[in-house]
C-alpha cells in the first residue's frame, strides 16, 4: 500500500485512460488535461476501459512512483462526471483499493482459494 501522508490530496482522473501509458505520460496527462503540478506531492488515480485497474502517480518529493491494482474480480467504482478530477480522501482511496464502494463502504468480493 501506498504510504499516504496526512493532508495529501487524491485525484481521480475522470473517464478511462490507455492503461499503456507509464508514469512520465501519466504525469503528463495530469498536467496538460487535468491542469495540476504532477510534482505538488498529490496522489492522480486513473482507471482503465474496462474498470477494474486502475495506475496512480505520486511524487514524493525525491522521485516519480507509479502504482497499480487489478482486481480479480469487480469495478472500481468511479464519480460521473466525464472530464477533469475530483478530490477523494486517502480513507476513500484505502477503500476503493479494497474493492469496497468508497461511497457507501461495504467489501463487494473476497476471494475464497488461491489460485
Not at 3 to 17: C, E, F, N, Q
Not at 23 to 35: C, D, E, H, K
Not at 54 to 63: E, F
Not at 88 to 114: C, F, H, K
Amino acid at each position: 500500500m501506498i504510504p499516504v501522508p496526512s493532508g495529501v490530496r487524491v485525484w481521480l482522473a475522470m473517464g478511462h485512460t490507455d492503461m499503456r501509458r507509464g508514469m512520465q505520460s501519466l504525469a503528463l496527462q495530469v498536467q496538460q488535461t487535468l491542469g495540476r503540478d504532477p510534482h505538488a506531492g498529490d496522489l492522480f488515480v486513473f482507471r482503465g476501459r474496462k474498470a477494474d485497474l486502475v495506475k496512480i502517480i505520486w511524487h514524493d518529493g525525491v522521485g516519480m512512483s507509479l502504482y497499480m491494482k487489478r482486481l480479480e474480480r469487480g469495478r472500481f467504482i468511479w464519480p460521473s462526471p466525464t472530464e477533469g478530477c475530483v478530490a477523494i480522501s486517502g480513507p476513500q482511496l484505502a477503500y476503493m483499493l479494497d474493492g469496497i464502494d468508497w461511497r457507501n463502504p461495504q467489501r463487494t468480493w473476497r476471494p475464497e482459494v488461491a489460485g
